[in-house]
T-cell receptor, first 112, second 117 residues
Framework: NAGVTQTPKFRVLKTGQSMTLLCAQD?????MYWYRQDPGMGLRLIHY???????AKGEVPDGYNVSRLKKQNFLLGLESAAPSQTSVYFC???????????FGEGSRLTVL | GENVEQHPSTLSVQEGDSAVIKCTYS??????FPWYKQELGKRPQLIID?????GEKKDQRIAVTLNKTAKHFSLHITETQPEDSAVYFC????????????????FGTGTQLKVEL
């Protein structure tokens, strides 16, 4: 049981490049989330999903897209990376309803 | 949407003292309030949570209190130890409405707790 797995763990991009972060969970959770963490700003919600085939915007969705084609996977895409997207990205999942959020190890993205 | 404010941003205590971190939230519909601990370079992990129908919850040296009327909740750590040094985040959950417009967990900005020997 791996829990929540994020790939890649580190990535350096140039401005304007695109990339996709993959989040996979093996706990059969309904809800999945993408957060970004910046110094002094806590964890800010980018997008989330309450089930396969659904997505919704969080607090800071601009510049990101997501897809949840399979229940176990939640993809975060950056179509044209900007330096402001340099951050640590955390994926998380939980069962339906309020309860513990299980986080991945994080992905550190640097945009030059 | 929900707004969660957390204070203080940094907190330094002597080993053995108590530490208190406070949070306020804006959405009266919020029904679940967890606290996460994040050690340097690690992922956040749940340490305690409380639901809106409970006023207080305790787990060994950690306790959380909730005041729904005032819309604030607090984390209390007693007999602090060096391994308690970390960043602590509070959060509030807005429940889902029909197709799930809620079900979002909004986090505070974090408190860096340092326990000094």
């Amino acid at each position: 049981n791996a829990g929540v797995t994020q790939t890649p763990k580190f990535r350096v991009l140039k401005t304007g490049q695109s990339m996709t972060l993959l989040c996979a969970q093996d706990m059969n959770h309904e809800y999945m989330y993408w957060y970004r963490q910046d110094p002094g700003m806590g964890l800010r919600l980018i997008h989330y999903s309450v089930g396969e085939g659904t997505t919704a915007k969080g607090e800071v969705p601009d510049g990101y897209n997501v897809s949840r084609l399979k229940k176990q996977n939640f993809l975060l895409g950056l179509e044209s990376a900007a330096p402001s997207q340099t951050s640590v990205y955390f994926c998380a999942s939980r069962p339906q309803g309020p309860g513990e959020l299980f986080f991945g190890e994080g992905s550190r993205l640097t945009v030059l | 949407g929900e707004n969660v404010e957390q204070h203080p941003s940094t907190l330094s205590v002597q080993e053995g003292d108590s530490a208190v971190i406070k949070c306020t939230y804006s959405d009266s519909a919020s029904n679940y309030f967890p606290w996460y601990k994040q050690e340097l370079g690690k992922r956040p992990q749940l340490i305690i949570d409380i639901r809106s129908n409970v006023g207080e919850k305790k787990d060994q040296r950690i306790a959380v209190t909730l005041n729904k009327t005032a819309k604030h909740f607090s984390l209390h750590i007693t007999e602090t130890q060096p391994e308690d040094s970390a960043v602590y985040f509070c959060a509030a959950n807005v429940p889902g409405i029909l197709t799930g417009g809620g079900n979002k967990l909004t986090f505070g900005t974090g408190t860096q707790l340092k326990v000094e020997l």
